[in-house]
């Protein structure tokens, strides 16, 4: 895959220009097949996390890789617009806020053994406002062509350590003005919840697991009236949540069944 530069991004953009790409600093790649008014993105799919910063972490990679999401690039793979992260959420987090974006503590566990410096820092948050810039510059695009746009934001939760059966997709809509978009996301719900997996049975709620309250949304709304995040949780059934391995032909009908759903 070609690697181009944030500028150049951002010029292939504002021209409407169709393309595939790695951001040269490895952060995200971005796919442009054509101009369609919904944008999937898929935040934590990265596991890269940069050497410099080995020394410095508390936490293994099967333990970083077991709160990540992997293979959700892979479940938005059909759409002919997304932009995935490449970079662990352990580097830094794309769904939080510049301020706090590298975790000091996550799920219980002490995230560094020793302070970062500042030039550490200045490295990963400089990669996460690379990344909404490109965000912003799609979605500006997909608004101004369209007049309004949907963005598909899609993440993975470990279930196993949950209490009863948490459903398959969960839909967070604390952030999302009801009012408005009822239908639409009355819409998608249904179909994903009309999803078919072999041997496993396929729910769709709203809330239960988690709510909406990421980053990612809270800064479309500010800066977009007319585009509409749909904040997606999917269960981890097509995997083992433990070792990363995929469970390769849920993953297939997971793929198949978002496809045709989103």
């Not at 010029?11 to 951001?23: H, N």
């Not at 510049?98 to 020793?114: E, M």
């Not at 078919?196 to 049975?201: A, E, F, G, V």
Request: aromatic residues 10%; negative net charge; glycine residues 6%.
């Amino acid at each position: 895959m070609q690697k181009l530069s944030e500028h150049r991004i951002l010029e292939l953009i504002a021209a409407g220009e169709t393309f595939e790409c790695e951001s040269s600093d490895g952060a995200f790649c971005l796919k442009i097949e054509d101009y369609t008014p919904a944008v999937c993105t898929a935040v934590h799919d990265g596991h890269h996390f940069r050497s410099s910063l080995e020394s410095f972490c508390a936490l293994s990679e099967e333990e970083r890789l077991f709160e990540e999401d992997p293979y959700t690039k892979e479940l938005i793979d059909a759409m002919p617009i997304t932009l995935v992260g490449k970079d662990s959420r352990y580097e830094y987090d794309l769904n939080r806020p510049v301020a706090t974006c590298i975790y000091k503590k996550a799920w219980g566990k002490t995230v560094w053994n020793k302070p970062l410096s500042s030039a550490q820092r200045k490295l990963s948050v400089s990669k996460h406002k690379g990344f909404y810039r490109v965000l912003d510059a799609v979605v500006a695009k997909l608004e101004e062509r369209f007049g309004a746009c949907v963005l598909f934001d899609i993440h993975s939760y470990n279930y196993r350590r949950l209490d009863g059966e948490p459903p398959t997709f969960n839909l967070g809509t604390e952030q999302v003005d009801s009012d408005r978009w009822k239908p639409v996301v009355e819409r998608l719900k249904s179909g994903l919840g009309s999803i078919t997996l072999s041997n496993t049975p396929v729910r769709a709620a709203y809330n239960e697991v988690f709510y909406g309250r990421g980053y990612l949304i809270a800064h479309v709304n500010s800066r977009f009236e007319n585009t509409l995040v749909l904040s997606c949780e999917v269960k981890k059934v097509f995997m083992d949540e433990l070792t990363g391995e995929p469970y390769r032909l849920l993953l297939n009908e997971l793929k198949e069944g978002m496809k045709l759903c989103l």
